[in-house]
C-alpha cells in the first residue's frame, strides 16, 4: 500500500486498517496496536491472528471476506475488555490499481471527559486529510497548468492558440472546482481562515468578468461591472474568498441566462460595510427553490433533463464564505423576471495617503449613455464617472432630441445583428463629423458585420474604455504570454515530481535565469552547502528521504542563509507558518502560473534595468493622402492581439496573387460556382481586415454570379475587384510599415 493509503489511516482518530479480501491487515496506523498491544493483529497477517480472544474478530473477518463493492457498511458490536474499544466498522474501498480493499475502523468507547479531546482530534484528522486530498489533486494539476503557461508563452498558430487557450481555461475550471471542494469541506469542519488586508476593488471586479467573457459573447450577454465612483479604491479585507464568492455568484448568473445581461454593482452601505449587487435576467427563482438554492449540491432544476452542468456548489460556498466574512448574502428574484443577488460585507476603507490627484482622464466630455436597462445604465454611467465624464443616459428613439448636448455616444447593441448596421449609420448621421460613435457588442466583433463605428466589445474594464473614448492605442491581451525577464541569476530547484521538475525548469529558464535542479531535500542540501552559489531556492514540501522542511532546517543549522521558498500542494492550515518556523522566506502554493512564479523571484532577482524609450506620440487622425488605418488599428482592438492582426495582414497580402489568379480563371472558364466561392472567400477575409471597398467589389461578383449574370457583366465586376485590390495593398502595406515604425521605437 502507498503513501495515499497510509495517510488515510493515521487521518483517521481511532484505531484504523485497511484489509485485503482475505481479511489479512495492509496498513494500519498506529493506534491499531499501541504500544505493542496484541488485541488487534499486526501488518501482514489475518484479522483473527494474535487477536487477544476478542470475540467480534471471527466476524470481522467474515464481513471482510463477504463484503463486495455494493454491500452497506457493516457495524458489529466488540465484546472484548480491551481499554478504549468500542464498535468495529467494516466498510468496502477500492484502491486507485482496483483492488477491493476493505477500511475497520474501531469507535472508542470515550469516557464523557473525553469528548472534547476526542473531538479534536476528529478535527485534526479532518484537517490532514483534506490536506491530502488537495495534495493528490493539485499534484497532476500543477503539470497542466505549468505546461499550458509554457505553450501559451510561444508563438502559436492561431488554431493551436485557441487549443491551448481552452485546455488553460479547462484546467483551471478544475482547479476552480478543486478548490471549492477543499474550501467548501474546511468551512464545514471549521478549518478555513480569513485574512485581512488591503484589497482593491476595481481591479478584483475586473479580474471577475474578464475570464468570463467568452461564454458571456456566445450567449450575447451584456457583461458589465463597476464600482461606485465615491467607492474607496481600496478597502481591509480577505481578496482571495472576496473573488471566489464574486466568482461563484457571477458564474452562476451567466450560467442560467440566456440573453440580456449580468451586472455586477459595488458601493458602500453605511459606515464601513458594501453592498455587492449581481443582477442578471435570467429565468428567475421560484420561491420554493429560493430557500435552498445555498445549500450544497443542489440546483433549483436538479432533474436528469437539466440544462445546466454543475455540481451545484458555487452558491453554496459563496454564502458560507461570506458568512465567515460576517456578512450576508440574498436572493431576490421572481420566476421569468431574473434575479438580484445582494452582498453585504463589513469591509472598512483604508486611509488613503495625502496628496495631489492625477487629472481624470474624461474630464469636460460629456458621454449619451444608450443601454437595455437601468441597471447596465448605472454601471456604465459609474465607469464614465469614475474617469471624470459626465454621462448622460438617453433612449435610442430621443436620441435625436440629446445628441446636440453630448460630444460622444454609447451605446449596447449586437454586432451580428443586420438592424445594429442600421442603429450605427443613425449614430453616425446624428452625431456628424465631429462627433464620436462608440459601440458596445454583446458579440464578438471580429465576426460581426458592423464595420463603420468604434467597436468595443464587453465586458469593458475602465482602461480600455478610456482608451477607445480618447482614441489610444492600448496593450495586447491575448498574444503570447510575456512577462519581463529578470536579471541573471541561478536557481536551485528541488521537486520531486519528474514532469513537473522538467516544466518548472523551463518555465525559470524562460524568465532568463538559470536553474539547477534536485529531487529529494538530501540533495537540496547537499547542493546549498557545496561550492555554487545561488540566489534562491524553490523548496517542495513533501519529498521522500528528507522533506522540504528538514531540509531547511539543516541548511539554517549549517549558516546558509540562502533565500528559501517553499513549493506545495497541500492546503492545510498552518502550512505557511511551519515554512516560516523552519526558516524558509516565503511560500508558494501549487498549481503556479508564469506571472506568479515571476512575482515570487522578482525580490531575489531585480529586473534589468530597462533602456528609457522615447514616450509614443498619440497616434494622428489620418488625412486624404495617407492610407487609412483605422480599420487595422479597431481591428486590434477587437482581437487584443496586435501580433496576430500582422500575421494575418502578412497572409492575406501573400495569398492575395493567389484569389487573383483563380478569379480570373473561373471567370476564363465561365465556372460560375468557382467565381462565387473564390468571391466569397475574397471577401471575408477583406472585410476582416477593413478592405471594404474590396470586400464590396467582392459581394458584387458573389451576388452576380449566382444569379446568372453575363459573362460580360461578371468580367466587368471582376475587374472592380482589381482596382480595389491596388487600395487593399496600399493600405496593408502601409500598416505594415507603420507597424515596424513602431517596432524601431519600442526597441
Known sequence: MGYAAR?????????????????????????????????????GTLLTD????CPAHDRMLSAARQMTPQSPPKVLACGCDAPGRGGVRVAH?????GAHRRLVTVECAAAPDDDAAYDDAAAHAKSQFLALLGHEIRTPVTTVVAAVELLRAQPLQQEVREVVDSVHRSVHALKALTDDL????????????????PVAVRPVLESIVEPLQQQARRKGILLLAAPAPDLPPTVLGDVHRLRQVLTCVVGNAIKFTEAGEVVVTAATDGDNAYQIIVSDTGPGIPAADRARIFAPFVQADSSAARRHEGAGLG?????????????????QSQPGEGSQFLIRLPLQATPQQPGEKAPLPLTHRRIAVVAPSPRSVLALSWL??????????????????????????????DSHDPEAVRRADTVIELLGPTGRAQMISTTDPRTGIVRKPDVLTAPLVLRRLVAALNRERTGVRGAPITVPPLSPGRVLLAEDNDVNRTVFRRMIELLGVECDTVADGSAAVS??????????????????RTDGLEATRQVRSADCDTPILALTATALRGDRERCLEAGMNGHLSKPITLPELRAALAPYLSAPAAEEAPEEEPEPVADDAAPDLSKLRDLEEQLEDRALVVTTVNTFLSQLDVRRSALAEALRRQDHDALRATAHTLKSSSALLGADPLAEACAQVERNAIAGTSEQDLTALVADVESAVAGAIRVMAGYLADERADGAVRR
Not at 458568512?323 to 436572493?331: K, Q, S, Y
Request: glycine fraction near 10%; include cysteine; charge should be negative.
Open 50 to 53: 494474535g487477536a487477544g480472544g
Open 527 to 544: 547542493a546549498l552547502l557545496g561550492e555554487t552559489a545561488y540566489d534562491v531556492v524553490l523548496m517542495d514540501v513533501q519529498m521522500p
Open 93 to 97: 474501498l477500492e484502491s486507485d490499481c
Open 315 to 331: 452558491l453554496a460556498l459563496a454564502a458560507r464564505l461570506v458568512e465567515c466574512m460576517g456578512g450576508t448574502i440574498e436572493v
Open 182 to 197: 477543499l474550501d467548501l469541506a474546511r468551512l464545514e469542519t471549521g478549518v478555513l481562515r480569513v485574512e485581512r488586508e
Open 384 to 413: 464614465l464617472k469614475s474617469a471624470g465624464a459626465e454621462p448622460v443616459p438617453v433612449p435610442f428613439e430621443d436620441l435625436a432630441l440629446r445628441v446636440r448636448d453630448v460630444d460622444t455616444v454609447l451605446w449596447c447593441d
Open 7 to 43: 495517510t488515510l489511516v493515521e487521518a483517521i482518530p481511532g484505531p484504523a486498517a485497511i484489509v485485503d479480501a482475505d481479511g489479512r491487515v495492509l496498513v494500519a496506523n498506529g493506534r491499531w496496536r499501541p504500544d505493542g498491544d496484541d488485541a488487534y493483529p499486526g501488518e
